[in-house]
Structure formats: C-alpha cells, structure tokens
C-alpha cells in the first residue's frame, strides 16, 4: 500500500444519488479516498465517481461488506434499515452520522417525541392508529390536519393533507393495510418556511450556515434564499442555536439541516436530514465551505472549515424536467444568456417533475437573483420557449 | 443509448495529471461526459475519475482509439507528438486545441517565429545548433543567457541559464548528442512574471482571466496573486489585449496561458500553454467560473462563463512535497488553525519537490493571504514543526 493510502483516509457513503455525486465532486479537493456503494452504473453519483461498489444500498449483506473496506461509513439518504445499520456498528464499522442519530432522521415518531424532551418548538401532533384518533386531534387544532407516515417518507412522500374526517380515512384505512405508523400534526399557518444546516464532527465542533429561506412545491424543496431575506439577527441566531442544540443532544455527526416553519410566534421544528440537504445546494458557490466539504470533514473528524459566505445572497432553485428531453440545446441558451448563472447537472434522465440538477446566482439583490434562477429553471425545463 | 447520452457530449482529456483531475472535477456539475486517458490506475485523475481509459497518453493506437469514442478530445500537457495528432484529426477525431494550434505550444521556435509575425513583444532570442552561435548572440545581449531546448520543455526542464561559453557548451554538446533543437535568449532583467489566462472557443468568443503575479521558484510556480497587486489599469488591459489577439491568431481553442516578464518598458511574451495553467488553480475558488469549468465549456464551444472574480485578491500556493511522507496528520493542524484555507489534494504519492496539492486563500489584503497560503504549504511540507 502506498503512502498515500497509509494517510489519508477512506470514506464510503452509501446511495448513489445526487447528493454522493456532489460529495464525491468535494471529496476531490480535499484528497480523501471516497467511495460510493450504488445500485446502479447509470446511478448519479456512480456515473463520475472513481470507486463505485455496485450493490443495494439498504441490504444488509452489500452495506456490510462495503463498510469493510472503509475508514468511515456515510449516507446519501436516510433508508439503510436499522437492523442493517446494527450489524455493521457490531461488525466494528463506523458509521457517521451513527444508527442511534440516524434513527430520528428515520422515524418521525421517535424525533418528536424527543424534540419534546428537549423542548424545541414543534407543531402539535399525536402518534395515531385509528380514524377516531384523528378526529379527535382535529377538534383540538382545527381541520385541515397533515398525515404522515413515520418512516420511509421524503420529498414529500408519505405527507398527506386531510381537510375532513372522510379525507383522513382513506390514509388511515391504507397505513393500517400497510402496516405504516402513521401521525398526525396540526397544519401550520406559517408566514414562511427556513432551514439552518450545522455541521457536527465526533470531536463535538460545530459549524453552522446561515437561516435561509426554502419554497417548497409540491412537497419538494423548490427554491432556496440564502440568507433569509429580512431575518432579524436574533430570530436568526436563535434558530442556528436550536439547530446546534438539537445536533449536540441527537449526537449528530456530519451535516445535519433543520428544516423550520416560520410563525409570528417563532420558528417551529418540521422536518430532520442527517446528510448533505437540498436546502444547502446552494452553499457549493455560495459559502467558503461547501456542505458537502463540511459534511466529509464532519464525519472524518477533520477541523470543520468556515461556512462564511461569498455573497451578500446566494439563490438555488431545482431544475426539474419536462416533456422534452433535449434539455442541452436548452443549457446553451442559458449559458449564453446570463454568463453568471451555474447550472449544475446531475447526469439523470430527464423524465417530468425529476429534479435533474440545480441552479445557483450568487448577487447583492436577492429578488433579481431568484428572478435570474426561475428564469434559468424555467427555460431548461422547457416552460418558456 | 439513453436521453442523457444523446444530448451532453462526451469529452475526453488526455493525461492522467492534476490538470485532468481538476478538470473533471468541473465537469460534474456541468454534466458532460468527461473521460480520461491515463498512463496508470494511480494517475491523479484516474483516481477519482468515473471513466478512465488505460493507455499510452503520447501513443498513436491508444490515442487513436481513445478519440474515437469521444466528441471532443482535450490535454493536459502539451506532449503528444504532432504525427498522433495529425492521425487523429484525418481520422475525423475532434481535437480542442486543434494540432495547428498546439505545435505553437509544443514547439518554442516556432512560437517566437509566430510571436515575431504578430510584432508580440518577446525577448531577443535565436535558433542556435553550434556554440558559436551562442557566443555571438551574446556579444550583443550580455551573458548570462538563457538555452532552452525547443520542444518537450515544461515546468523548468530543458531550460539552462549560462553565465559563460564553457557553462553554454555543456549544453549546446548534449543537445546536438541528443538531437534536440536548441534556442537562446536574452536573459530578461524582470521586475516580475506575470501571466494572463484567456478562453478562447471555436465561435470565437474569448473570456479573459485578470492579469496574475506569478512567483517562479526553480523554473516551477510557486505562487500566484490575482489579480497581480499594483498593476495599472492600462498595464492591465494591455497585457489582456494582447492574450486575447495570440489566442485568436494562434487560432486556440480551450484555454490560453501566456507568461510575461514584466520590465520598465513593458511586458515581454515568455511562454505560452494551450491548457488549465497551474497560474489559474487560484480560479477555483477565486473566480466565478473556474479555469477548469471555463476550459471544459470553450472546448466543448457552450458559451463561457464570467470570469469575474469572487474577492478583491485569492492568492495560491503551490503545495510540494517534502521529506516525510505523512502530510496526513499535518492537514488536520492547517485545516485548524485557519479555516478559511483551501488545501487541494492530488492524490499523489509524497516525494521532496514533486506537486502534491496547492493551497488557496481568499481576501483583501494580499500580503496576508501570501503569509498564510506560505504558513500552511511549509507546515505541509514539513519545514514547520
């Protein structure tokens, strides 16, 4: 083995998807030896990654023998099963975030029940079995009430709106045929929704980003501000304190975003991710570190770099495909267009309402700037000819 | 094939160096096609990159076969022989720059012949085969002079400074062994080296980099401040300018690097390289798009994107590698100590003097960032304990 083996280190993260690519393309900078277990060569990250480990990256005996050959194990998405992620913690695999953190990315049950005990602000909500249950619950907060499955959902998945006891039913009678734990939460009336990402290492350091601003469509994060426009500095600084708490008593190691409701009575816990986040995309032009740096620095218990930024703004919207393929002949348009626009691609198929890559203006004015990326987003999606 | 593959080209780089590593590290977010040919499985960039084709970088068969598959194919040295080239091209291969180009790059005489038609400024100099030649070049010029061997050059190799005609005729008897074409030129009493970078692609739009200070150490770069400190604006545009009419004359395509010796009476032509330059490594992180993306995107004929710079100075360090191999345990006290630090890994095996990585900082005051860009490459290298 050569020297350079010797010394630095080896990191594996398992999924193949955009989020490994784009921690694969930070990995190059800082030299370590990344890895990527994916299910597939035509996988985003697969397809520009040096070392690729075809495999299913939830099965127990692939992410075993993956973790093997790796210093330290990481995560793409939060799907490993827990009895997966137990095995190769016995095994002697180190596992950053570990299976007891990533079990509250993991099920919604778990995170609020222990958002309760360390008092984060949180919607109300009641784990639910029955339709009775719910109703129930509604007379206390009000119809419409949100539905969810406690594991397995994401990007909107597993996330259903009920307006009345009929609505509620279907989802209730189908978790129940499916064996799904299901809760329930009051519908929020937010003004807005952030996110604050921090960056926790095994030593205990931490480094947080700016509160920014997310819009999400459809259940899927859609456009990122960063920073929060016309955040004051305290509500600010109070939710980057939360997002620190919640990372040091969830004892998160490697990147962990907070996704938060804004109310005129303070910021609300919503949603947790133990990994690189949509929300934070932007932070590749428009931070000193880019998340996906922090977070190999995070789980390789490297000194953590600084999230200052770049800009006095930095916009992210998603690119999402269309009917028409061609987005290429598209991407030149652009290009031409505005010189200072990056878009980034994540060597997916295009198929319609798949996020297929993002894009980023880094500026002083931020309502030009999320002009310029919807126009952008617009315009390769094919929306605009 | 799928839609993905038929819309985003497909583009190759020959040589398995930083330059291609760094390179495709760009491409990923752009989301071509990037391929390299490499020598080895440990080249730099065959390391990290998700497609790689073993093979000879300089020979006919493998670049042969290597250009075919590709719809445009790049380097990273000038060092493929000019008869590979001129069978890729009658083969229909794509090259980007073109083989008419490169010999500008790869031939010394022939650039300043080239150089002299376009009344470029350059030094004195002459083709020389016989000592005499030298001698009476410097009767006019004054000793010392400098000998350069007019092809295979790169990074201080084939370059000789003699002060006298017994230290000339060392060089003048091994190069007539050796049968390699000998130049001389008047060894220029700069005040600095400075060095413009300009994209130039095949429609014939150009992007210019701010003009560098480059300070040279044992005929390698060493360090580069951009944009270079105290330079007129005048100075400035003129040294712009004149990058821009040689890489339109010189009809490149990709990126142009032309070194210049900065005098009293204005600046003089050193060399050029139809490539990623180690002068423009600051770019990464300095400007708004990278050498590498910018070089990607000309060869590939996208629009170009802005070169506009991200802070008012970046400054890099070349990082080298010195007697202890384990750079490991000191990248964790460099990355603590300053946060702001980028350090840059190659992937390569350590060895005293060999390009291991290179160190960027961003901010105000250069003097400053000179400082710590130099603490971190010594306390790397190990001369800082």
């Known amino acids: 083995m050569s020297e350079r083996n010797r010394t630095l280190p080896r990191v594996g993260m398992v999924g193949g998807g955009q989020l490994s690519r784009m921690t694969h393309q930070a990995g190059i900078g800082l030299g370590v030896h990344f890895s990527v277990l994916a299910a597939d060569p035509s996988d985003s990250a697969a397809l520009v990654c040096g070392d690729v480990a075809l495999g299913d990256d939830r099965g127990l005996e692939d992410v075993l023998a993956f973790a093997e050959d790796r210093d330290v194990v990481t995560f793409d998405h939060e799907h490993v099963p827990e009895h997966v992620l137990s095995a ?23 995170m609020r029940t222990r958002m309760g005990e360390l008092e984060a602000p949180c919607p109300r909500w009641r784990a639910v079995t029955t339709l009775d249950h719910v109703t129930s619950f509604a007379e206390e907060t009000g119809w ?55 960056a926790r290492s095994p030593h205990g350091q931490v480094a947080v980003y700016p509160v920014v601003e997310t819009v999400q469509r459809d259940g899927i994060c859609h456009e990122v501000i960063a920073p929060a426009p016309g955040l004051s500095e305290d509500k600010a600084t109070g939710a980057q304190q939360l997002a620190v708490e919640i990372a040091h008593a969830l004892g998160v190691t490697g990147l962990l975003a907070v996704e938060l409701f804004e109310t005129p009575d303070g910021v609300l816990v919503n949603e947790l991710a133990m990994r690189p986040h949509n929300s934070g995309h932007w932070s590749i032009e428009g931070a000193h570190t880019s998340q996906f740096e922090q977070h190999l620095r995070a789980v390789l218990d490297l000194p953590l770099g600084s999230p200052r930024t770049n800009a006095p703004f930095t916009v992210m919207a998603n690119l999402l495909g269309g009917e028409d393929p061609d987005v290429y002949s598209r991407y030149l348009h652009v290009m031409a267009k505005d010189p200072e626009v990056k878009v980034h691609f994540y060597g997916k198929d295009v198929r319609p309402g798949r996020k297929i890559g993002h894009i980023t203006v880094m500026g002083e004015d931020h309502r030009d700037l999320l002009e310029r990326a919807r126009d952008a987003a617009a315009y390769l999606r094919g929306d605009q000819q």
């Open 144 to 198: 419409p009430i949100v539905l969810k499955a406690a594991r397995e959902g994401y990007d909107g998945k597993g996330v259903w709106m009920a307006g009345s006891a009929e609505e509620a039913r279907r989802v209730v009678d189908r978790a129940a045929a499916e064996d799904v734990p299901l809760m329930v939460e009051e519908k929020v009336a937010f003004s807005r929704e952030l996110a604050v990402q921090v």
């Open 88 to 110: 190769v913690e016995s095994a002697g695999g180190l596992l950053r975030p570990g299976r007891e953190a990533l079990g509250f990315a993991q099920d919604k049950l778990r």
